[in-house]
Structure formats: structure tokens, C-alpha cells
Nanobody, 126 residues
Framework: QVQLVESGGGLVQTGGSLRLSCTAS????????IGWFRQAPGKEREFVAA????????RYADFAEGRFTLSKDNVKNTVSLQMNSLKPGDTAVYYC???????????????????WGQGTQVTVSS
């Protein structure tokens, strides 16, 4: 099990940028997939992006492709989500999650992730 701490949410205007970070404690990310999900009020939690730590492979939801970018810091044991060209529709609580037993089929599905952060609010004003 790995404990996850998120940071970096906030309020930004349409077209602005935010950088979210997810840091592991109690373990390293070695062998994990780290996923980002979001949940807006009244909506289901949806996949945003995921990174396979050891091979540095990434996957993005269609709405994130070209606007959001994942990166990792091996020293800080952190995965960051750089979000550019933000829109009001991106407003949500963003969560990072970790799964050590992921596959190419499961790493975009929230229910397969056992470890979750506390979430960070992202609000994009129009």
C-alpha cells in the first residue's frame, strides 16, 4: 500500500494553467501505475490520465490529450499533471491513485485502483 498526497489545485481563469502533483509516502512508485481521475458535482468519477512508472508510458483521456501532460520525478517520488488551456468544464475534484497490479486494460478504470489521495479542487472560472 502507498499513501498519496496531492497538491496544486486552485482557482484559475479560462485558458489558464495549473500543475497538480501526487507524492508517494510509505513506499516508492516502483512498479505502479499512477492514475489521475476527476469528479465534478453530480457526475461520476472519470479517467484523466495515467503513467506507468517503470516504463514511463502514459495514457490520456480524449479531453486531456494535447492539453494535459504527465511527468515524473524519480528523486521526489512524484507524478505531476500539467494542465493547460483549462476550461470551465475541467472544474472538478482531482484525485491521484496508484495500482501495482495494473494492465493495459485496467489502468484507466477507477475501480481497479486500491490507493487514493485525498483529492484537490480545481476550479476554472469563465
Amino acid at each position: 500500500q502507498v499513501q498519496l498526497v496531492e497538491s496544486g489545485g486552485g482557482l484559475v481563469q479560462t485558458g489558464g494553467s495549473l500543475r497538480l502533483s501526487c507524492t508517494a509516502s510509505g513506499s516508492t512508485f516502483n512498479g505502479y501505475a499512477i492514475g489521475w481521475f476527476r469528479q465534478a458535482p453530480g457526475k461520476e468519477r472519470e479517467f484523466v490520465a495515467a503513467l506507468a512508472w517503470n516504463i514511463n508510458s502514459t495514457r490520456y483521456a480524449d479531453f486531456a490529450e494535447g492539453r494535459f501532460t504527465l511527468s515524473k520525478d524519480n528523486v521526489k517520488n512524484t507524478v505531476s499533471l500539467q494542465m493547460n488551456s483549462l476550461k470551465p468544464g475541467d472544474t472538478a475534484v482531482y484525485y491521484c491513485a496508484a495500482d501495482r497490479h495494473f494492465t493495459s486494460r485496467t489502468w484507466s478504470i477507477a475501480s481497479y485502483y486500491p490507493d487514493w489521495g485525498q483529492g484537490t479542487q480545481v476550479t476554472v472560472s469563465s
